[in-house]
Protein backbone atom coordinates (compact mmCIF):
# COMPACT_ATOMS: atom_id res chain seq x y z
CA UNK A 1 0.00 0.00 0.00
CA UNK A 2 2.63 2.42 0.62
CA UNK A 3 4.45 1.73 -2.46
CA UNK A 4 1.40 2.37 -4.22
CA UNK A 5 0.77 5.98 -2.26
CA UNK A 6 4.51 6.95 -3.06
CA UNK A 7 4.07 5.73 -6.60
CA UNK A 8 0.76 7.71 -7.02
CA UNK A 9 2.47 10.63 -5.71
CA UNK A 10 5.59 10.48 -7.85
CA UNK A 11 2.84 10.81 -10.82
CA UNK A 12 0.81 13.76 -9.86
CA UNK A 13 4.61 15.58 -8.80
CA UNK A 14 5.98 14.52 -12.53
CA UNK A 15 2.66 15.79 -13.80
CA UNK A 16 3.20 19.22 -12.25
CA UNK A 17 6.31 19.88 -12.49
CA UNK A 18 6.12 19.13 -16.20
CA UNK A 19 2.71 21.73 -16.77
CA UNK A 20 4.56 24.71 -15.35
CA UNK A 21 6.31 25.14 -18.17
CA UNK A 22 6.58 24.54 -21.74
CA UNK A 23 8.09 22.69 -23.51
CA UNK A 24 7.37 19.92 -21.72
CA UNK A 25 10.56 18.19 -20.16
CA UNK A 26 11.55 14.54 -21.07
CA UNK A 27 12.67 12.68 -18.05
CA UNK A 28 15.82 12.29 -16.37
CA UNK A 29 17.45 9.55 -17.46
CA UNK A 30 21.18 7.85 -17.37
CA UNK A 31 20.37 6.07 -20.36
CA UNK A 32 23.98 4.96 -22.26
CA UNK A 33 22.84 3.36 -25.23
CA UNK A 34 25.14 3.85 -27.75
CA UNK A 35 24.40 6.41 -30.21
CA UNK A 36 25.04 5.82 -34.04
CA UNK A 37 27.89 7.12 -35.79
CA UNK A 38 25.74 9.72 -37.17
CA UNK A 39 23.09 11.95 -36.48
CA UNK A 40 21.37 14.83 -34.75
CA UNK A 41 21.11 15.08 -30.60
CA UNK A 42 20.29 17.81 -28.47
CA UNK A 43 20.50 20.04 -32.11
CA UNK A 44 24.02 19.12 -32.15
CA UNK A 45 24.83 17.79 -35.73
CA UNK A 46 27.38 14.76 -35.00
CA UNK A 47 30.00 12.58 -36.57
CA UNK A 48 31.23 9.99 -34.21
CA UNK A 49 33.89 7.11 -33.78
CA UNK A 50 32.41 3.96 -31.88
CA UNK A 51 34.89 4.59 -28.72
CA UNK A 52 34.62 8.38 -28.70
CA UNK A 53 38.47 8.65 -29.82
CA UNK A 54 37.08 10.99 -32.21
CA UNK A 55 33.87 13.34 -32.52
CA UNK A 56 33.05 15.60 -35.09
CA UNK A 57 30.71 18.61 -35.87
CA UNK A 58 30.07 20.14 -38.97
CA UNK A 59 28.38 24.06 -38.61
CA UNK A 60 26.93 26.02 -41.33
CA UNK A 61 25.09 29.76 -41.03
CA UNK A 62 24.03 31.98 -43.43
CA UNK A 63 22.38 34.99 -42.69
CA UNK A 64 20.40 37.06 -45.40
CA UNK A 65 20.26 40.96 -44.86
CA UNK A 66 18.63 44.06 -45.62
CA UNK A 67 20.34 47.65 -45.35
CA UNK A 68 18.76 50.95 -45.44
CA UNK A 69 20.41 54.36 -44.36
CA UNK A 70 18.21 57.05 -43.47
CA UNK A 71 19.76 60.81 -43.68
CA UNK A 72 20.91 63.74 -45.28
CA UNK A 73 23.38 62.53 -48.10
CA UNK A 74 21.83 59.40 -47.77
CA UNK A 75 20.36 59.19 -51.11
CA UNK A 76 22.79 61.60 -53.06
CA UNK A 77 26.45 60.12 -51.70
CA UNK A 78 27.83 57.25 -54.23
CA UNK A 79 29.48 54.61 -52.57
CA UNK A 80 32.89 55.90 -53.40
CA UNK A 81 32.14 58.88 -51.76
CA UNK A 82 31.14 57.66 -48.76
CA UNK A 83 33.07 54.16 -48.20
CA UNK A 84 30.13 51.96 -48.48
CA UNK A 85 26.71 51.14 -50.47
CA UNK A 86 24.28 53.84 -49.04
CA UNK A 87 21.51 52.34 -51.27
CA UNK A 88 18.95 50.31 -49.90
CA UNK A 89 19.98 46.64 -50.25
CA UNK A 90 19.57 42.95 -49.87
CA UNK A 91 22.07 40.58 -50.09
CA UNK A 92 23.91 37.56 -48.59
CA UNK A 93 26.04 39.24 -45.12
CA UNK A 94 27.58 35.74 -44.30
CA UNK A 95 27.92 32.61 -45.12
CA UNK A 96 30.35 30.61 -43.10
CA UNK A 97 31.53 26.59 -42.47
CA UNK A 98 32.63 25.50 -39.54
CA UNK A 99 34.18 21.82 -38.81
CA UNK A 100 34.45 21.83 -34.59
CA UNK A 101 35.17 18.37 -32.78
CA UNK A 102 36.69 16.31 -29.96
CA UNK A 103 39.49 14.17 -29.25
CA UNK A 104 39.14 11.90 -26.42
CA UNK A 105 36.89 13.84 -24.71
CA UNK A 106 39.68 16.29 -23.71
CA UNK A 107 40.59 18.11 -26.47
CA UNK A 108 38.20 20.63 -28.57
CA UNK A 109 38.87 22.36 -31.93
CA UNK A 110 36.91 24.15 -34.40
CA UNK A 111 38.22 25.80 -37.81
CA UNK A 112 35.83 28.02 -39.75
CA UNK A 113 35.81 30.39 -43.02
CA UNK A 114 33.70 33.20 -43.61
CA UNK A 115 33.01 33.46 -47.36
CA UNK A 116 31.38 36.88 -47.48
CA UNK A 117 33.16 39.11 -44.87
CA UNK A 118 32.73 42.55 -44.96
CA UNK A 119 36.21 44.28 -43.61
CA UNK A 120 34.10 47.26 -42.38
CA UNK A 121 31.62 45.26 -40.18
CA UNK A 122 33.89 42.72 -39.00
CA UNK A 123 36.98 44.23 -38.03
CA UNK A 124 37.61 47.97 -38.55
CA UNK A 125 38.12 49.45 -41.83
CA UNK A 126 37.07 52.41 -43.28
CA UNK A 127 36.05 50.83 -46.53
CA UNK A 128 33.84 48.02 -46.46
CA UNK A 129 33.43 47.90 -50.71
CA UNK A 130 34.92 44.46 -50.83
CA UNK A 131 34.00 40.64 -49.77
CA UNK A 132 36.56 38.47 -48.53
CA UNK A 133 36.75 35.18 -47.67
CA UNK A 134 38.57 35.07 -43.86
CA UNK A 135 39.24 32.79 -41.05
CA UNK A 136 36.44 32.93 -38.57
CA UNK A 137 38.29 30.67 -36.37
CA UNK A 138 41.01 28.83 -36.15
CA UNK A 139 41.86 27.36 -32.53
CA UNK A 140 42.59 24.07 -30.48
CA UNK A 141 41.53 23.71 -26.40
CA UNK A 142 43.14 21.39 -24.64
CA UNK A 143 40.83 20.90 -21.24
CA UNK A 144 42.22 19.61 -18.28
CA UNK A 145 39.27 19.96 -15.92
CA UNK A 146 36.76 22.89 -14.58
CA UNK A 147 40.28 24.67 -13.16
CA UNK A 148 42.38 25.05 -16.05
CA UNK A 149 42.18 24.93 -20.17
CA UNK A 150 44.39 26.05 -22.66
CA UNK A 151 43.58 27.64 -25.98
CA UNK A 152 45.69 28.31 -28.85
CA UNK A 153 44.90 29.62 -31.97
CA UNK A 154 42.80 32.60 -33.64
CA UNK A 155 39.94 33.11 -31.08
CA UNK A 156 38.06 36.44 -30.00
CA UNK A 157 40.43 38.10 -27.89
CA UNK A 158 39.16 37.49 -23.66
CA UNK A 159 38.36 41.57 -23.58
CA UNK A 160 34.94 42.61 -22.95
CA UNK A 161 31.68 40.94 -22.11
CA UNK A 162 30.55 42.23 -25.87
CA UNK A 163 33.68 40.75 -27.54
CA UNK A 164 33.35 37.24 -25.60
CA UNK A 165 29.79 37.11 -26.30
CA UNK A 166 28.95 34.50 -29.69
CA UNK A 167 27.97 36.91 -32.21
CA UNK A 168 24.51 35.21 -32.95
CA UNK A 169 23.51 35.13 -29.28
CA UNK A 170 23.74 39.10 -29.38
CA UNK A 171 20.16 40.87 -29.34
CA UNK A 172 21.49 43.46 -32.10
CA UNK A 173 22.54 42.44 -35.65
CA UNK A 174 26.29 43.58 -35.19
CA UNK A 175 28.40 44.52 -31.65
CA UNK A 176 27.72 48.12 -30.74
CA UNK A 177 29.67 51.09 -31.93
CA UNK A 178 31.64 51.23 -28.74
CA UNK A 179 33.15 47.44 -29.07
CA UNK A 180 33.47 47.16 -32.59
CA UNK A 181 35.00 50.89 -33.53
CA UNK A 182 37.16 51.54 -30.34
CA UNK A 183 36.71 48.93 -27.25
CA UNK A 184 38.27 46.48 -29.07
CA UNK A 185 38.49 46.44 -32.79
CA UNK A 186 40.49 44.20 -33.65
CA UNK A 187 37.92 40.82 -32.09
CA UNK A 188 40.25 38.21 -32.99
CA UNK A 189 43.78 37.64 -31.71
CA UNK A 190 46.33 35.06 -32.67
CA UNK A 191 47.99 33.71 -29.66
CA UNK A 192 47.49 31.48 -26.42
CA UNK A 193 45.38 31.82 -23.40
CA UNK A 194 44.68 29.64 -19.99
CA UNK A 195 41.30 29.90 -18.22
CA UNK A 196 39.56 28.31 -15.68
CA UNK A 197 35.90 28.54 -13.84
CA UNK A 198 34.57 27.81 -10.26
CA UNK A 199 31.89 25.83 -8.99
CA UNK A 200 28.63 26.69 -11.07
CA UNK A 201 30.90 29.33 -12.51
CA UNK A 202 31.15 31.68 -9.65
CA UNK A 203 34.69 32.59 -11.14
CA UNK A 204 36.09 32.75 -14.39
CA UNK A 205 39.09 34.12 -15.85
CA UNK A 206 41.21 33.78 -18.52
CA UNK A 207 44.61 35.53 -19.37
CA UNK A 208 47.18 35.30 -22.36
CA UNK A 209 49.91 36.67 -24.74
CA UNK A 210 48.67 37.03 -28.08
CA UNK A 211 51.49 37.71 -31.15
CA UNK A 212 49.11 39.18 -33.81
CA UNK A 213 45.43 40.77 -34.60
CA UNK A 214 43.42 41.81 -37.30
CA UNK A 215 41.16 44.99 -38.78
CA UNK A 216 39.90 43.53 -41.56
CA UNK A 217 39.74 39.84 -41.03
CA UNK A 218 42.25 39.07 -43.27
CA UNK A 219 45.62 40.54 -42.63
CA UNK A 220 47.03 40.02 -39.53
CA UNK A 221 50.32 42.12 -37.96
CA UNK A 222 52.24 41.18 -35.60
CA UNK A 223 52.86 42.75 -32.34
CA UNK A 224 52.57 41.97 -28.37
CA UNK A 225 49.75 42.07 -26.12
CA UNK A 226 48.66 40.30 -22.67
CA UNK A 227 45.12 40.29 -22.64
CA UNK A 228 43.06 39.13 -19.51
CA UNK A 229 39.34 38.82 -18.43
CA UNK A 230 37.72 37.49 -15.24
CA UNK A 231 34.20 37.49 -14.20
CA UNK A 232 32.49 36.78 -10.85
CA UNK A 233 28.87 35.71 -9.54
CA UNK A 234 28.81 37.46 -6.27
CA UNK A 235 25.13 36.09 -5.22
CA UNK A 236 25.34 32.94 -6.89
CA UNK A 237 24.65 30.45 -3.63
CA UNK A 238 22.21 33.15 -1.77
CA UNK A 239 18.32 32.32 -2.03
CA UNK A 240 18.06 35.59 -3.86
CA UNK A 241 15.98 35.17 -6.79
CA UNK A 242 16.99 38.75 -8.24
CA UNK A 243 20.83 38.71 -7.45
CA UNK A 244 21.59 34.71 -8.22
CA UNK A 245 22.66 35.54 -11.13
CA UNK A 246 24.26 38.52 -11.47
CA UNK A 247 27.56 38.25 -12.76
CA UNK A 248 30.48 41.10 -12.58
CA UNK A 249 33.69 41.38 -14.59
CA UNK A 250 36.81 43.15 -15.33
CA UNK A 251 39.26 43.04 -18.80
CA UNK A 252 42.96 44.67 -19.05
CA UNK A 253 44.90 44.54 -22.02
CA UNK A 254 48.30 46.07 -22.56
CA UNK A 255 50.59 45.89 -25.65
CA UNK A 256 53.13 47.74 -28.29
CA UNK A 257 53.08 48.56 -31.69
CA UNK A 258 56.52 48.69 -33.83
CA UNK A 259 56.91 50.33 -37.01
CA UNK A 260 58.97 47.64 -38.43
CA UNK A 261 56.05 45.33 -38.26
CA UNK A 262 52.52 47.26 -37.85
CA UNK A 263 52.01 49.42 -40.72
CA UNK A 264 48.46 49.34 -41.56
CA UNK A 265 45.99 51.78 -40.50
CA UNK A 266 44.49 52.22 -36.58
CA UNK A 267 40.86 50.78 -36.49
CA UNK A 268 38.27 53.22 -38.26
CA UNK A 269 34.68 53.94 -36.55
CA UNK A 270 31.89 52.72 -38.48
CA UNK A 271 28.31 52.16 -38.05
CA UNK A 272 26.39 48.44 -37.91
CA UNK A 273 26.37 48.65 -41.50
CA UNK A 274 29.91 49.84 -42.66
CA UNK A 275 29.38 53.81 -42.96
CA UNK A 276 33.03 54.89 -41.11
CA UNK A 277 32.07 58.11 -39.25
CA UNK A 278 35.88 58.55 -37.87
CA UNK A 279 38.97 57.49 -40.56
CA UNK A 280 42.48 56.96 -39.93
CA UNK A 281 43.56 58.83 -42.96
CA UNK A 282 43.24 62.33 -44.11
CA UNK A 283 44.75 65.24 -46.36
CA UNK A 284 47.21 67.46 -44.96
CA UNK A 285 48.18 71.06 -45.50
CA UNK A 286 50.60 69.80 -48.26
CA UNK A 287 48.07 67.55 -50.21
CA UNK A 288 48.99 64.01 -48.99
CA UNK A 289 47.21 61.75 -47.95
CA UNK A 290 48.31 60.58 -44.02
CA UNK A 291 47.68 57.43 -42.49
CA UNK A 292 47.21 57.33 -38.78
CA UNK A 293 49.23 54.18 -37.73
CA UNK A 294 49.22 52.48 -34.11
CA UNK A 295 52.46 52.93 -32.81
CA UNK A 296 54.59 51.90 -29.31
CA UNK A 297 51.84 51.81 -26.42
CA UNK A 298 48.54 50.45 -25.92
CA UNK A 299 46.46 49.31 -23.48
CA UNK A 300 43.09 49.37 -22.02
CA UNK A 301 41.14 48.35 -18.63
CA UNK A 302 37.33 48.67 -18.22
CA UNK A 303 34.44 46.88 -16.11
CA UNK A 304 31.03 45.02 -16.73
CA UNK A 305 28.26 43.93 -15.24
CA UNK A 306 25.27 41.41 -16.57
CA UNK A 307 22.56 40.98 -14.68
CA UNK A 308 19.60 38.44 -15.55
CA UNK A 309 17.01 39.73 -12.59
CA UNK A 310 13.70 38.56 -13.71
CA UNK A 311 12.98 35.47 -15.60
CA UNK A 312 13.08 37.07 -19.04
CA UNK A 313 14.76 40.40 -18.16
CA UNK A 314 18.04 41.00 -18.56
CA UNK A 315 20.58 44.00 -18.38
CA UNK A 316 23.91 44.33 -19.91
CA UNK A 317 26.57 47.01 -19.99
CA UNK A 318 30.40 48.07 -19.71
CA UNK A 319 32.85 51.00 -19.80
CA UNK A 320 36.39 51.11 -20.66
CA UNK A 321 39.45 53.28 -20.77
CA UNK A 322 41.02 52.90 -24.15
CA UNK A 323 44.68 54.71 -25.29
CA UNK A 324 46.75 54.33 -28.22
CA UNK A 325 49.54 55.92 -29.13
CA UNK A 326 49.44 56.43 -33.09
CA UNK A 327 52.21 57.75 -35.80
CA UNK A 328 51.11 59.79 -39.04
CA UNK A 329 52.63 58.54 -41.92
CA UNK A 330 52.27 59.90 -45.68
CA UNK A 331 50.61 57.69 -48.51
CA UNK A 332 52.84 54.93 -50.04
CA UNK A 333 55.69 56.12 -46.94
CA UNK A 334 53.60 54.04 -44.01
CA UNK A 335 57.27 51.87 -43.04
CA UNK A 336 60.10 54.41 -44.07
CA UNK A 337 58.71 57.51 -42.35
CA UNK A 338 56.93 59.00 -39.84
CA UNK A 339 55.66 62.93 -39.65
CA UNK A 340 54.46 63.09 -36.20
CA UNK A 341 53.92 61.43 -33.09
CA UNK A 342 50.62 61.03 -31.39
CA UNK A 343 47.67 59.37 -29.34
CA UNK A 344 44.12 58.52 -29.15
CA UNK A 345 42.33 58.10 -25.79
CA UNK A 346 38.78 58.09 -24.24
CA UNK A 347 36.54 55.77 -23.12
CA UNK A 348 33.81 53.76 -24.74
CA UNK A 349 30.47 52.34 -23.14
CA UNK A 350 26.85 50.38 -23.76
CA UNK A 351 24.16 49.61 -21.75
CA UNK A 352 21.05 47.37 -23.04
CA UNK A 353 18.10 46.16 -22.06
CA UNK A 354 16.64 42.74 -23.25
CA UNK A 355 12.92 41.53 -22.40
CA UNK A 356 11.65 37.79 -23.62
CA UNK A 357 7.29 38.79 -23.09
CA UNK A 358 6.70 34.84 -23.24
CA UNK A 359 9.42 33.78 -20.16
CA UNK A 360 8.52 36.64 -18.41
CA UNK A 361 4.76 35.33 -18.48
CA UNK A 362 6.09 31.89 -17.35
CA UNK A 363 4.67 30.82 -20.75
CA UNK A 364 7.89 29.28 -22.38
CA UNK A 365 10.57 28.04 -20.42
CA UNK A 366 13.75 30.24 -19.10
CA UNK A 367 16.05 31.38 -21.87
CA UNK A 368 19.38 29.65 -21.41
CA UNK A 369 22.21 32.45 -20.99
CA UNK A 370 24.29 33.69 -24.16
CA UNK A 371 27.25 31.55 -24.85
CA UNK A 372 30.95 32.49 -24.94
CA UNK A 373 33.16 32.77 -27.61
CA UNK A 374 35.42 30.39 -28.47
CA UNK A 375 32.82 27.38 -27.79
CA UNK A 376 33.38 24.12 -27.37
CA UNK A 377 30.60 21.99 -28.39
CA UNK A 378 30.08 18.63 -26.47
CA UNK A 379 28.32 15.63 -27.36
CA UNK A 380 26.29 14.60 -24.14
CA UNK A 381 25.66 10.85 -24.60
CA UNK A 382 23.06 10.72 -22.05
CA UNK A 383 20.33 13.58 -21.39
CA UNK A 384 20.91 13.69 -17.73
CA UNK A 385 19.44 17.24 -17.78
CA UNK A 386 16.45 19.27 -19.76
CA UNK A 387 17.88 22.35 -22.09
CA UNK A 388 15.48 24.44 -22.86
CA UNK A 389 16.04 25.64 -26.59
CA UNK A 390 16.34 29.83 -27.33
CA UNK A 391 12.76 30.32 -28.78
CA UNK A 392 10.40 32.86 -28.69
CA UNK A 393 10.18 37.00 -29.21
CA UNK A 394 13.13 38.66 -27.86
CA UNK A 395 12.98 42.90 -27.58
CA UNK A 396 16.01 44.83 -26.87
CA UNK A 397 17.09 48.57 -26.60
CA UNK A 398 20.23 49.63 -26.87
CA UNK A 399 22.26 53.09 -25.99
CA UNK A 400 26.20 53.37 -26.94
CA UNK A 401 29.19 55.65 -26.74
CA UNK A 402 32.41 57.24 -27.38
CA UNK A 403 34.16 59.79 -25.79
CA UNK A 404 37.36 60.79 -26.91
CA UNK A 405 40.13 62.70 -28.27
CA UNK A 406 42.63 62.04 -31.00
CA UNK A 407 45.64 64.32 -31.41
CA UNK A 408 48.05 62.95 -33.74
CA UNK A 409 51.05 65.15 -32.74
CA UNK A 410 50.71 65.41 -28.78
CA UNK A 411 53.51 63.32 -28.59
CA UNK A 412 56.20 64.82 -31.16
CA UNK A 413 56.27 66.06 -34.60
CA UNK A 414 54.51 69.24 -36.40
CA UNK A 415 51.60 70.04 -36.12
CA UNK A 416 49.29 69.49 -38.89
CA UNK A 417 47.62 72.92 -39.45
CA UNK A 418 44.59 70.61 -41.81
CA UNK A 419 43.30 69.01 -38.83
CA UNK A 420 40.57 70.85 -36.83
CA UNK A 421 38.84 68.94 -34.11
CA UNK A 422 40.57 66.89 -31.96
CA UNK A 423 37.17 65.45 -29.75
CA UNK A 424 35.52 62.61 -30.98
CA UNK A 425 31.53 62.21 -30.02
CA UNK A 426 29.96 59.36 -31.12
CA UNK A 427 26.92 58.13 -29.60
CA UNK A 428 24.26 55.06 -30.90
CA UNK A 429 20.56 54.30 -29.69
CA UNK A 430 19.07 51.21 -30.81
CA UNK A 431 16.11 48.97 -30.95
CA UNK A 432 15.72 45.43 -31.63
CA UNK A 433 12.86 42.38 -32.35
CA UNK A 434 14.04 39.28 -32.51
CA UNK A 435 12.07 35.88 -33.09
CA UNK A 436 13.71 32.82 -32.78
CA UNK A 437 11.73 29.96 -34.01
CA UNK A 438 14.55 27.66 -32.66
CA UNK A 439 18.23 28.14 -31.98
CA UNK A 440 18.52 27.62 -35.58
CA UNK A 441 16.24 29.86 -37.45
CA UNK A 442 16.01 33.29 -36.38
CA UNK A 443 14.39 36.49 -37.59
CA UNK A 444 15.46 40.09 -36.81
CA UNK A 445 14.81 43.70 -37.65
CA UNK A 446 16.98 46.37 -35.88
CA UNK A 447 16.69 50.50 -35.97
CA UNK A 448 19.67 52.29 -34.72
CA UNK A 449 20.25 56.27 -34.77
CA UNK A 450 24.56 57.35 -34.56
CA UNK A 451 24.39 61.07 -33.53
CA UNK A 452 27.23 62.70 -33.66
CA UNK A 453 26.94 66.17 -32.40
CA UNK A 454 28.61 69.21 -34.02
CA UNK A 455 30.37 66.58 -36.73
CA UNK A 456 31.93 68.39 -39.32
CA UNK A 457 32.77 71.08 -37.24
CA UNK A 458 35.86 72.50 -34.83
CA UNK A 459 33.86 70.68 -32.19
CA UNK A 460 34.00 67.16 -33.48
CA UNK A 461 36.17 64.99 -35.83
CA UNK A 462 33.38 62.47 -36.30
CA UNK A 463 31.52 63.04 -39.44
CA UNK A 464 27.92 61.28 -41.06
CA UNK A 465 27.15 61.33 -44.43
CA UNK A 466 24.98 64.67 -44.03
CA UNK A 467 29.16 66.18 -43.12
CA UNK A 468 30.51 65.55 -46.36
CA UNK A 469 28.10 67.73 -48.13
CA UNK A 470 29.17 70.98 -47.81
CA UNK A 471 25.69 72.85 -47.78
CA UNK A 472 24.62 70.18 -44.79
CA UNK A 473 24.14 71.10 -40.86
CA UNK A 474 23.45 67.43 -39.88
CA UNK A 475 25.09 65.30 -37.40
CA UNK A 476 23.34 62.46 -37.63
CA UNK A 477 22.49 58.83 -39.16
CA UNK A 478 19.65 56.49 -38.99
CA UNK A 479 20.02 52.99 -40.22
CA UNK A 480 17.54 49.93 -40.55
CA UNK A 481 18.81 46.34 -40.83
CA UNK A 482 16.90 42.90 -41.15
CA UNK A 483 18.19 39.35 -41.19
CA UNK A 484 17.32 35.71 -41.79
CA UNK A 485 19.45 33.47 -39.86
CA UNK A 486 19.69 30.00 -40.47
CA UNK A 487 22.05 28.15 -38.32
CA UNK A 488 23.16 24.80 -36.98
Known sequence: MRTATFAVLGVLSTTALASAADPVAPPTTADLDPLPPAGIKDGLVYLREQNDVFRLYPHAQVDLDAHAFYGVGTDTLTAQQAGTDLET????????????????QRIFFDAGAEFVSNPAIDGAR?????????????W?????????NVTLGVFQAPFSQENRTMAGDLAMLERNVATRGFITPN??????????????????????????DTTNTIDYEPHFDAIGRATFKPFVNTSSDVLRDLQLGLSARVGTRHP?????????????????????????AAGQVMHVIP???????????????????????????????????????????TSRLGQMSGVGWSAELSAWPFQMANLI??????????HADHLELARTTFSPERRGIEVAILAAGINATYDGASRGGPIDPSVGSTTIAIYQIGGA????HSSHLRLSINANAYLTPGSGTSDNAAIVPGTLITTADEHRVVEIGARTSVMF
Open 140 to 148: VKLDAGRSL
Open 126 to 138: ANSLDTKIAISDA
Open 260 to 284: RDVTGDAPAITTGQGFAMWRPTHVD
Open 295 to 337: SSTQWAAGAEVRWPFCRGLALRGEGYWVSRNTRESPEGQQSAF
Open 433 to 436: FNYW
Open 365 to 374: APVTPPRSSP
Open 89 to 104: RFFLRHARLDLAGELI
Open 187 to 212: GKVLGLALGGSGQHDVARWDLGVFGA
